[in-house]
C-alpha cells in the first residue's frame, strides 16, 4: 500500500511528468498519446480504497487502461476527491479503454510497477487477460 501511496503522490505533485507513447488495442487502431500515468488493472480499487478502475468487472473478461493525461495543477484536487468517490470515469483528463489485449510502446524507458513493485524501465508492455483463469468460491 505505501508503495501505491508513494508514487501516486510522486507522479501527481513533480510537476510536469508527462511522456508519449502508442497504444494498440484489438478494437482500436495504434494510436499515440501522451500520459502522466498510465494504469492496467481489473480490480475497481488499489489497496488504499483508491477507486482507481470504477467501470471494472473482474469477471467480464477484460481489464481497463486507464490513462491520465496531461492536466492543469489544480487537476491533482478533484482527482483525489475523484478517486476516492468513483468518479474518476467521468472526469476530463481521463480516459478509460476496456479491452483483453493491449500492446504499450514507448520511445523512452519508462519505469513501471506491478502491484505496488517497482519494475525495471522499459519500452514496451504486452497485456493479455487469461479469462477464468483463477477460480474463486
Do not use: C
Request: net charge positive; charged share 25%.
Amino acid at each position: 500500500m505505501l508503495g501505491y501511496g508513494k508514487q501516486l503522490f510522486k507522479e501527481l505533485f513533480e510537476g510536469k511528468t508527462y511522456f508519449s507513447f502508442y497504444i494498440k488495442l484489438p478494437e482500436h487502431r495504434r494510436r499515440k498519446m501522451k500520459a502522466e500515468m498510465v494504469l492496467i488493472a481489473n480490480a475497481k480499487s488499489f489497496g488504499t480504497g483508491a477507486i482507481i478502475n470504477p467501470t471494472g468487472k473482474i469477471d467480464d473478461g477484460k481489464f481497463e487502461i486507464i490513462i491520465i493525461r496531461p492536466y492543469p495543477w489544480w487537476f491533482v484536487f478533484t482527482f483525489i476527491y475523484a478517486s476516492f468517490f468513483g468518479k474518476l470515469h467521468k472526469m476530463r483528463y481521463v480516459r478509460i479503454y476496456s479491452t483483453s489485449s493491449a500492446e504499450i510502446t514507448m520511445p523512452e524507458p519508462q519505469e513501471f510497477q506491478i502491484d505496488g513493485e517497482v519494475m525495471q524501465e522499459t519500452t514496451e508492455i504486452k497485456v493479455e487477460i487469461v479469462s477464468k483463469a483463477l477460480k474463486i468460491h
